[in-house]
């Protein structure tokens, strides 16, 4: 059974920066490519950041440039490091099995002054 565990989230000011982990157990997590999703109440859940078994990675447009997505297969983790955080990034932030229905539980990001 495959468990996604996000951390990492919290309360910051505009201009911070957060790190996230999402430890995966349960799969040979070095073939699976990962990404981090976030969703607003009034939102769908949108693709963040992904990044492939090969180091590959790819970002939504609002984020370029302020967040980077790496994973350590060793330590069957991806992270998601979060520069000069906006107010409109808060939110909470999901990682995913790509091609999966697998998701963590959610972590909550709040930036605000």
């Known amino acids: 059974q495959v468990q996604l565990v996000e951390s990492g989230g919290g309360l910051v000011q505009p201009g911070e920066s957060l790190r996230l982990s999402c430890a995966a157990s349960?799969?040979?997590?070095?073939?699976?490519?990962m990404a981090w999703y976030r969703q607003t109440p009034d939102n769908e859940r949108d693709l963040v950041a992904y990044?492939?078994?090969?180091?590959?990675?790819t970002y939504a447009d609002s984020v370029k440039s302020r967040f980077t997505i790496s994973r350590d297969n060793a330590k069957n983790t991806v992270y998601l490091q979060m520069n000069s955080l906006k107010p409109e990034d808060t939110a909470v932030y999901y990682c995913?099995?790509?091609?999966?229905?697998?998701w963590g539980q959610g972590t909550q990001v709040t930036v605000s002054s």
């Open positions: 349960g799969i040979n997590f070095r073939f699976f490519d």
């Open positions: 990044i492939s078994v090969g180091g590959s990675t």
């Open positions: 995913r099995v790509w091609g999966t229905q697998s």
